[in-house]
């Protein structure tokens, strides 16, 4: 059985996002182009580099964001700046629901924003062989050598060939028994994405209006 625990690496990674989009952020300017209602155009520029822009649109029932974050729609209330907010809590820092705004990436979900978890699968393969090496001696050193040498035909790097990989595994009757092993993880830039969208609408409420 595996201990390998994706959501305790989930909020490692979150926190390792956050630390990095606050380090980011430090000076980050907020200009509202539009502000009509529910139609707004707000875009961000952050001070690192010309590259670190990104821009947020709200019309009717959705929200894009576009730029150096990467590019997601989300769809869900009327207001969609209302509905992260709901969402982020109160106070002087947010907390984002990684798996609920997920839900609401268009068009598909989660699905959208998930991509293959390499280092994950290769943890579980080695826990999985270290486990059986005391009934299948030999057996760590075979999955080295047919899965992790630098000349093995294995392809480790893509969801696909890894499942391939551990299907045509076999070891003196050993085989990987995969059942509980998830393949996936959030993106690296939709965690960002989420902290960017957190810290505009924290911009956004805190905003000074223009003098008359």
Known sequence: MSTIDPGTELKVRIA?????????????????????GLYRHLEVEMPKSSAYWFEVTTWPGALAITGHTGSHIFRRDEDMLA???????????????THYWAEKVQPHGERDVQAYAEDRVKAYIKQAAEQGEAKYPGLVAEVEEELFERYSSADLETEA?????????????????????????YDYWFL???????WTVAQYDARVPAAA
């Not at 299907?167 to 393949?183: K, L, V």
């Open 16 to 36: 390792e996002v956050k630390e990095r989009f606050a380090a980011e952020s430090v000076d980050g300017k907020l200009t509202v182009l539009r502000d009509d």
């Open 83 to 97: 509905f992260f907010r709901t969402c982020m809590g109160t106070g002087t820092t947010w907390e984002v629901d």
């Open 161 to 185: 060939g890894a499942k391939a990989a551990l299907a045509a595994f076999e070891f003196d009757g050993f085989r990987f028994d995969t059942t509980g092993w998830e393949f996936t993880e």
């Open 192 to 198: 960002y994405t989420c902290q960017a969208l957190a």
